[in-house]
């Protein structure tokens, strides 16, 4: 699994190129949906010129709000460009509990009841990530 920070420059490019499957993690906004159309680009760009392997794992929802219209207009737009089959399902909602365990450096798990209701979202996506990686399972 190789993380690369939010840019497309030069590192991530070299990720790109080692790697066999790319995974988005996309807002519902219009500037992040834009942002995944320039990612695609690079994509295709690397898959022509330096590796034919790379392909499109899915593409992860971050940040949900629980309702928005225009959150469900760019869920909209997200579908048209990646293909609703690509959009991965649960939604990792909007959640303050999140921001808190990135600052405390713990694992969602670790937060308590307050966090009991993302703990399906998160298992959901993981068991996603495992099964379309295609990694052995866990003993």
């Known amino acids: 699994l190789i993380d690369c920070a939010p840019s497309l420059g030069p590192i ?3 990720g790109l190129a080692a790697a066999d499957l790319v995974f988005l ?11 995944a159309e320039a990612v ?12 034919p ?16 219209v225009e959150a469900n207009r760019q869920e909209e737009s997200l579908n048209r460009l990646m293909g609703k089959q690509s959009v991965w399902h649960p939604f990792v909602p909007q959640r ?14 670790d937060l308590g009841y307050r966090a009991k209701d993302l703990l ?19 003993t």
Do not use: C, M
């Open 96 to 109: 303050t509990v999140l921001n808190e365990a990135v600052g405390y450096r713990k694992p969602v798990h």
């Open 25 to 35: 993690v996309v807002e519902l906004s219009a500037l992040s949906i834009r942002g």
């Open 12 to 14: 991530t490019r070299s």
């Open 120 to 138: 399906g979202i998160f298992d959901a996506l993981y068991k996603n990530l495992i099964q379309v990686s295609e990694f052995p399972p866990e």
């Open 53 to 68: 392997n790379l392909d499109i794992g899915g593409v992860i929802v971050n940040r949900s709000p629980s309702a928005s």
């Open 40 to 51: 695609l680009e690079v994509v295709d760009e690397v898959w022509s010129e330096l590796n």
